[in-house]
């Protein structure tokens, strides 16, 4: 097993936000322990917990993706459980078909079990829309699985519940799965599209706290799917992690219960954020690329060498952009990642320093 590096990742690795004011993360500015009120799982017993998830997050799970408990298998995180979906459901040889751009490990993974992954490409100029055409083309019998994220990150883009049957019934022709990664689905508010797992026994989500909850350090995933495939899936994790952090499981269902508040705190800082983004686009003639309604995070084509900025950003104005190499093997090298879930004041600043480095550099 070789896995190519997770480049996005080590690229933070050397930026600290004690030193860089990075405009370009995917999650909500954490929320704190004190923010947790008087909650104190005191009477928690340490010594053990349920192998498949603590029953009650596994409850508020199934409810939101509209599936019975029995579907839901808690992880370390939603990076464990792309891992082990990877590792129940590939073998060399097999084809991936990955939406393109999206967040790497979900396209690199399955080349760490040797698969061969095809990237679907999206086109900005068609609003980021998935092209399932693409998708049908580059399907065959080897094909195993096929991966989006679900709004996709880097564009916030949705896919809507056609075209997820729409891929369903491809992934049912090749006796394939769909896994979505729907971390973000909650970010399209007030209409978001229905969980992959809630339409089809070929339909495998994957979602964390990490992201819209701003509970990043917490590391609790999950993973919605047939019991077949978590039988599968739990085999594996025997030998991973055995089950997932009981006691941030604790900390993790007592947000679940709260989702709805989570949400609705997601959906402000985002909001103020946005209309100060879309003022600045407007008026800085090297950016073009609109702004959705929905979502954290936003992808704009830049005029100006990205590589560039990236680098002039860092230099003189230690700012962090996500460049676009880091979403696609081949692609989208004039295109950068911006995340809107920061505090605003620091989200002008970033921005303010991203359009003086862009005048600099036209
Ligand atoms: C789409 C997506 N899925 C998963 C993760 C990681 O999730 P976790 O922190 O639960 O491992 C990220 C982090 O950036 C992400 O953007």
Not at 97 to 119: K, T
Not at 122 to 141: P, S, V, Y
Not at 297 to 308: A, E, I, L, M
Request: proline fraction near 6%; hydrophobic fraction near 40%.
């Amino acid at each position: 097993m070789k896995f190519p590096p997770f480049q996005h990742l080590h690229f933070y690795d050397d930026l600290p936000p004690s030193r860089f004011l990075n405009i370009s993360f995917s999650d909500m500015t954490g929320f704190t322990l004190k923010e947790f009120g008087g909650f104190s799982p005191s009477d928690r017993d340490l010594r053990w917990s349920d192998v498949a998830g603590m029953p009650a997050l596994r409850s508020s799970i199934a409810r939101l993706h509209r599936v019975p408990g029995a579907n839901v298998l808690i992880t370390t995180g939603a990076t464990e459980a792309n891992f082990l979906v990877n590792a129940a459901l590939l073998g060399p040889g097999d084809r991936v078909l990955a939406d393109c751009p999206m967040y790497s490990p979900l396209r690199d993974c399955p080349r760490g079990f040797g698969a061969d992954v095809v990237e679907i490409a999206r086109d900005c100029r068609d609003g980021w829309a998935l092209d399932i055409d693409r998708f049908r083309k580059a399907a065959n019998r080897r094909t195993r699985l096929l991966v989006l994220c679900n709004l996709n990150n880097p564009t916030s883009a949705r896919v809507t519940k056609g075209e997820l049957m729409e891929l369903l019934d491809l992934a049912g022709e090749h006796d394939a799965h769909l896994l979505v990664d729907e971390t973000f689905r909650d970010l399209a508010f007030t209409a978001p599209p229905p969980s992959v797992a809630s339409l089809g026994p070929r339909g495998i989500a994957m979602s964390t706290v990490s992201k819209t909850y701003g509970l990043g350090m917490l590391k609790v995933g999950w993973i919605v799917g047939r019991p077949a495939v978590l039988d599968r899936v739990r085999g594996i994790r025997d030998y991973t992690t055995g089950n997932a952090p009981p006691l941030a499981q604790t900390f993790a269902n007592w947000a679940l219960a709260r989702h709805d508040a989570f949400v609705r705190r997601a959906c402000e800082i985002v909001g103020g954020n946005r209309a100060i983004l879309r003022e600045a686009i407007e008026e800085t003639p090297a950016l073009r690329g609109s702004v959705p309604d929905i979502g954290n995070v936003v992808f704009p084509h830049s005029r100006v060498n990205v590589r560039k900025l990236e680098s002039l950003l860092l230099r003189k104005y230690r700012t962090v952009i996500a460049h676009g190499r880091f979403f696609a093997a081949r692609g989208f090298r004039d295109h950068f990642r911006l995340g809107l879930g920061g505090k605003t004041s620091e989200f002008r600043r970033g921005l303010a320093n991203l359009r003086q480095a862009l005048r600099e550099l036209t």
